[in-house]
Structures are given as C-alpha cells and as structure tokens.
C-alpha cells in the first residue's frame, strides 16, 4: 500500500501556465523529495526538504519551487512551464539516518505541456 | 560527485531462470547506502534490496539477492526463479550518509521475463 501520496495523477496545460503538484506522506519520515523522470526513464532528483532546509539541485530552473506546510508535505510548483517540463514528477519521502535509510515513492504526476 | 552506471538497457529470460544485472558507482564517501529498485508498467516504483558499505554479508530478500563487490565499486541484482511478473524496469541507486542525501539512480534495466 502506497504511503506517499501524489495528486494530481496527470496534468495537461498549456505553456506559460503555473501548476502545482501536491504530496503528503504517512510514514512519519522527516525528509521529503522531488524526483523528475524524463521520457527516457531517467530519474533526477530536483529537491531534498528536512526540517525547512532546502537543498536544491542546481540544474533545477528557478521557475521550479517547493513548499512546504509541515514535515509531512511537500508540493511541487511550476511558476511557468515549458515544453521541456513534460515528464513525470516523484515525490518521495525517507528518514535523514539512522538504520532506516530506504526512501519510498508516491506514484507519480504526468505533466504533458502542449 | 556520486555517480550510478548501468550498462544494459535491456535483457529477456526466461521464466523460471536466473537473470543478473549489472551496476557500478562512484563515491567519495566511506559509507554509504546502495539500493535496487523495480519500475512496473504502471510506473510505480518499488523499494526492493538495499546493501549497506560496511556489511561485507550480500544481502538477500526472498528470490533477490545481491552480489557486492566492493574493490571493484560493483553491486549487481540477482533475481532467481524469475516470474512474469517480474518484467520491469530495474533501478541501481546510491545515498550518501549526508544530511537529507538524495538517491542518485543509475539508467535503469529493463527486465522482460518469457513464457
């Protein structure tokens, strides 16, 4: 059973256009992520969040921003998309150490920008 | 930097055989976390056997097991008794003991399992 949830499961919009993606996770983890995957399968990560620190990836484009309400959430906002945005967004969520250092993924939210 | 290498893009097998892939990586950690992951065709990604530095032991969870090498900065998945339902997408990845580490991935394995 999935315990990092991802809404919505698909998008489709038009460029210039600001989406937002959004992500909660039930497994009490304390550090949330963002994965982008391109058409050719390959996984990026775009953003880590612990504890309201951000680290950011520094290929990610400004216009790509993360917000956060609490430990257990962490959405994805697009201020203005471009064709190159088309992909599938993962969200995903683990604990900072310890002995549990397994991180779980959401399902996913196809972005298709036309 | 860490950096993950899987250099087959895709293997078939047969069903009921042993398939084994390959993965490389690179780090400057002396500790750090190895992990492989299954992409089904819905998409969704599955945690499925993870091999700590340290731990000279290969782990091993049900018909997965690993063979780590650590000299050659090698760890490859063995799936035994493979099912159809075993074709995915097969994701080598790395994390470093830093602060909120991300996962790097390597390209992925296709897996197509025959009758």
């Known amino acids: 059973e999935t315990a990092v949830f991802q809404t919505p499961n698909y998008h489709v919009t038009q460029v210039g256009n600001e989406v937002s993606f959004n992500c909660k996770q039930t497994l009490g983890h304390d550090t949330m992520y963002w994965y982008k995957q391109d058409s050719k399968k390959l996984l990026k990560i775009m953003f880590s969040y612990n504890n309201k620190q951000l680290i950011v990836n520094e290929t990610v484009p400004r216009r790509f921003s993360p917000q956060s309400s609490d430990k257990a959430h962490l959405n994805l906002r697009i201020k203005s998309v471009e064709p190159e945005d088309s992909a599938v967004y993962l969200c995903a969520s683990s604990y900072t150490g310890g002995r549990n250092t397994e991180v779980f993924f959401g399902k996913g939210t196809r972005l298709t920008v036309v | 930097a860490q950096k993950v290498t899987q250099t087959q893009t895709s293997i078939s097998v047969m069903e009921k055989t042993t398939v084994t892939m390959d993965c490389v990586y690179e780090t400057q950690d002396s500790s750090y976390f190895l992990f492989w992951y299954k992409q089904t065709a819905s998409g969704e990604i599955v945690f499925l056997i993870r091999?700590?530095?340290?731990?000279?032991e290969n782990a091993t969870v049900g018909h997965y097991s690993l063979n780590f090498q650590k000299p050659k900065s090698s760890i490859g998945l063995i799936i035994t008794a493979t099912q159809i339902e075993d074709s995915a997408v097969y994701f080598c990845?790395?994390?470093?003991?830093?602060?909120?580490?991300?996962?790097?991935f390597g390209s992925g394995t296709k897996v197509i399992v025959l009758p």
């Open positions: 990845a790395m994390r470093e003991t830093g602060f909120a580490s991300a996962l790097t």
């Open positions: 091999q700590d530095s340290y731990k000279k």
